[in-house]
């Protein structure tokens, strides 16, 4: 009998001993089928998540950020225990304890699968798993997968620690509203740090991994709640809180930047503008889109947040004057039904969906509205974020339109979107509140950009009216005609060639056969002036003396220069080209300009002054000068580090100052002259193109250079009287008053190679060192270099015998000047074509 039992549980055992086996080597063999050929899990060890890039002020304020996945990186050291502790809370809680896979959890899940038949299927992954999941595997619901996942997770354990393990997860997890990784999530739904996060807030966002989208704060409040309540609960017995914490927390309401309790993180970034948003498309272009949204690069960006209001708000005025002097309402284009006006509840979540321009601050933000009702006198409106108050009524009087032509009140209708500002007793939104007044995006466009001379780092762009409303950039890539404002270019190979501000040249009709058809070139003011020296040829923006100095150069020559300072990479040898006819772009000119200002050194234009990697090395810096002393510890307090500058020089510094002064005779007297008034010296240039399509201004003190240009984006004519002077001048003017408030200026430097000999400045003729009077300019000139006088170039160029008498500008008197023996003598009037001949002026 007890043979007969030991050999039935002697049976029983090696059955039993044999199933196990063939289990073991079933499972052995399924996990060694299913482990081949697997992605590596090493290459963790090494991953970068992709995280945000930020761009920041030059006094390092947050002012931008662009990413694919809005994810901020941190080390697991930085995260506070208590999220750690949350998460490890509400998705595996013996995180610290098992190999990569919890034997119990798989279980429990499966137990309760069984129990429901199938319709209580949960996971049981761990964190590892979740991590080789997300990084690996991806997340289709397959045994499969889950087989791989476990065998990836133990070896993972092998491989890294938990603590790293941990970082992965905390940093690649989504966690709804487009938010990566706890750090980002905390500042979506609380605007707070990680260090911030009270324990509720944390159990907040350990409730999200498990269905972000099924635990939206707003709409399953309650379901969130009680999501966060189980997590405290599961803290509490993981003796992670205190029972009495428990309780406090498990008490407090949900709270939710979504559901207003706290102010949304970008409210306290100022709304995109062009600025930026050339960062992110130069930057894309040289390290790729890719990198630049997703490897966390720290861009310090050289605007001077202060004076990019300044230039906003120059150029819009200029802008919005233009527009409506031509008395005509188009509105935003967008209407807002009928059947969503009738609750203020409905016409205000339709305004808020309403796509106007909400960045646009000129005497005060412009703020969307709709008109809900058209009265005999008045519109009436519901404003946006506004409410309605006795001593602020939401109606726009009809005398408000009286820059309209023609009353067009009546035709405004019920639902129409319009943009409004209020209007006040003090300037630029200021003082007492008056009434609303009606404003419109301009149809007319413009572009603004300002820059150190010496470094190139830009310090103001604005690419148009209102970025939200069109977002290309109109000073960087709108290719326009320059005009005129070329023509320094001409003046500049003219000087450094040999000759000199008080070089003769004809200022004369011009007949040239092209194969499109006789050309004949005139000036602006219709008139012919004759000899005139190369000074008042530029203040004045003499067509003809700039043909006739072109064709003397030589294009190849012009073209080598204009190629030289970057205005064009390829400029064609074309004569009419020498009056700006070929397009090239705001930035362009801007930076071309302050190499005259600067004496002739390049610089090249720069938006970032230094960018870093995720790991805080730098990767760009603009500035590459040498500081030969910074790192002298007895450098004398009254005395500054000495810079060494290694920029290349590409122009002359004689001819660099010669045209500079006489740039800065275009501001005192020439085309720019009713326009622009500053404390400091200012040299520059108008522009006006055919038609007045596009016109220019761009100047230089001795530290900032800026530019402007105005014109419609499909182009067209600006209207009679239409000039680079009249429309950017004014533009130029309310910038640069503050910019020298700021910045300072001084008198532009003089070479050491100058020699300055008096001229008067219509004939050209040398004068006294005595000499004094309105018509008198010390001109510089070359030592070393006898100068000649009474030379005068008429470009080859024939000149009939019927041309008319010129007479001198204004007046065909002479001019009295002082001599040097103190007497006072008359000077000209100025040769007429009968005192040329082929030996020069007489």
């Known amino acids: 009998m007890l043979r007969f039992v030991l050999s039935f549980f002697g049976a029983i055992f090696t059955l039993v001993t044999m199933g196990l086996f063939m289990v073991a080597l079933s499972i052995g063999a399924v996990f060694w089928m299913y482990g081949r050929d697997l992605p590596s899990h090493e290459s963790l060890a090494q991953y970068t998540p992709p995280t945000i890039s930020r761009i920041y002020s030059a006094e390092g304020r947050l002012i931008d950020e662009f990413a694919q996945e809005r994810r901020l990186f941190t080390p697991a050291e930085e995260i506070p225990d208590l999220v750690k502790q949350a998460f490890i809370s509400a998705e595996d809680k013996n995180f610290y304890t098992h190999k990569g896979y919890d034997t119990r959890g798989i279980a429990s899940a499966a137990l309760d699968a069984v129990r429901s038949r199938g319709q209580d299927i949960r996971g049981a992954s761990t964190i590892t798993q979740q ?481 870093q990697d995720r790991y805080g090395n730098t990767v760009y810096r603009h500035d590459k000068r040498d500081c030969v002393d910074c790192g002298n510890p007895a450098l004398p307090a009254d005395q500054s580090p000495r810079i060494v500058s290694n920029r290349e020089r590409i122009m002359n510094a004689v001819t660099a100052y010669q045209l500079t002064s006489m740039m800065t005779g275009v501001v005192d007297r020439g085309t720019a002259a009713r326009h622009i008034d500053l404390p400091v010296p200012v040299a520059g240039k108008t522009g006006t193109t055919n038609e007045s399509k596009d016109v220019w201004f761009v100047g230089f003190t001795n530290s900032v250079v800026a530019g402007c240009y105005i014109g419609y984006d499909q182009p067209r004519g600006l209207g009679r009287g239409a000039s680079g002077g009249g429309y950017c001048g004014p533009v130029f003017q309310r910038f640069m008053s503050e910019a020298v408030e700021k910045f300072g200026g001084g008198p532009f430097r003089v070479p050491d190679a100058c020699m300055f000999i008096k001229i008067d400045r219509f004939t050209g003729a040398r004068l006294s060192d005595d000499a004094s009077g309105e018509h008198v300019v010390s001109e510089c000139f070359r030592q070393g270099e006898e100068p000649s006088f009474g030379v005068t170039f008429d470009g080859g160029f024939a000149m009939g015998a019927n041309l008319p008498l010129v007479e001198e500008i204004g007046s065909g008197e002479g001019r009295e000047v002082t001599t040097s023996t103190g007497r006072k003598a008359i000077v000209g009037p100025k040769a007429n074509f009968g005192t040329l001949s082929s030996g020069g002026l007489y």
Do not use: C
Request: zero cysteines.
């Open 131 to 611: 991590v080789m999941k997300n990084f690996l595997l991806g997340g289709e619901r397959r045994a499969e997968r889950k087989i791989k996942e476990i065998i990836l997770a133990t070896r993972l354990e092998e491989t890294l620690s938990k603590e790293k393990i941990l970082e992965l997860y905390l940093n690649e997890i989504f966690l709804g509203q487009n938010s990566y990784g706890v750090t980002a999530a905390a500042q979506t739904y609380f605007n707070k740090s990680l260090n911030e996060l009270t324990p509720h807030e944390a159990a907040t966002l350990a409730s999200m991994p498990k269905a972000p989208s099924d635990y939206h704060p707003v709409r399953e409040k309650e379901r969130l709640l009680a999501r966060r309540n189980f997590v405290l609960k599961e803290m509490m017995e993981n003796g992670y809180i205190s029972k009495a914490v428990h309780e406090e927390e498990s008490a407090q309401p949900l709270r939710s930047v979504q559901n207003g309790d706290f102010d949304n993180f970008k409210l306290a970034l100022p709304p995109r503008d062009y600025f930026t948003d050339e960062i992110r498309r130069q930057l894309s272009g040289t390290f790729g889109e890719e990198e630049f949204f997703s490897g966390g690069m720290t861009v310090r960006a050289t605007i001077d947040p202060e004076m990019q209001k300044v230039a906003a708000r120059a150029l819009r005025r200029q802008l919005e004057e233009y527009d409506r002097n031509q008395g005509q309402w188009r509105g935003t284009g967008v209407t807002i039904p009928e059947e969503q006006l009738r609750t203020q509840e409905a016409w205000r979540a339709a305004l808020s969906d309403a796509d106007v321009p909400r960045d646009i601050d000129l005497d005060g933000p412009w703020r969307p509205a709709v008109v809900l009702n058209v009265e005999a006198q008045s519109l009436r409106l519901g404003i946006e974020d506004v409410q309605e108050t006795e001593a602020e009524p939401f109606v726009v009087p009809r005398e408000d339109i009286s820059w309209l032509r023609g009353d067009f009140f009546d035709n405004f209708s019920v639902g129409d979107v319009v943009l409004v500002r209020r209007m006040t007793t003090g300037d630029d939104g200021a003082g007492d509140f008056m009434r609303w007044t009606l404003r419109q995006v301009p149809e007319v466009q413009g572009g603004f950009m300002a820059m150190d001379v010496n470094t190139g780092r830009v310090i103001a762009m604005q690419g148009g009216f209102s970025y939200q409303h069109s977002v290309f950039n109109r000073a960087t890539q709108a290719q326009r005609q320059p005009g005129s404002s070329f023509k320094p270019f001409v003046y500049a190979s003219a000087l450094d060639s040999g000759y000199t501000p008080a070089t003769i040249i004809i200022d004369a009709p011009i007949e040239i056969d092209t194969p499109q058809g006789l050309w004949r070139p005139r000036n602006a003011s219709n008139r012919y002036y004759g000899p005139t020296p190369l000074r008042t040829g530029i203040e004045q923006s003499r067509n003809l003396m700039t043909i006739r100095l072109a064709q003397e150069v030589g294009m190849d020559v012009v073209a080598d220069y204009a190629e030289r300072f970057g205005v064009y990479d390829n400029m064609g040898r074309f004569l009419a080209n020498s009056l700006g006819s070929e397009e090239t772009t705001l930035y362009k000119m801007v930076a071309a300009y302050a190499m005259f200002a600067n004496g002739g050194e390049r610089v090249e234009p720069t938006l970032v002054d230094r960018i």
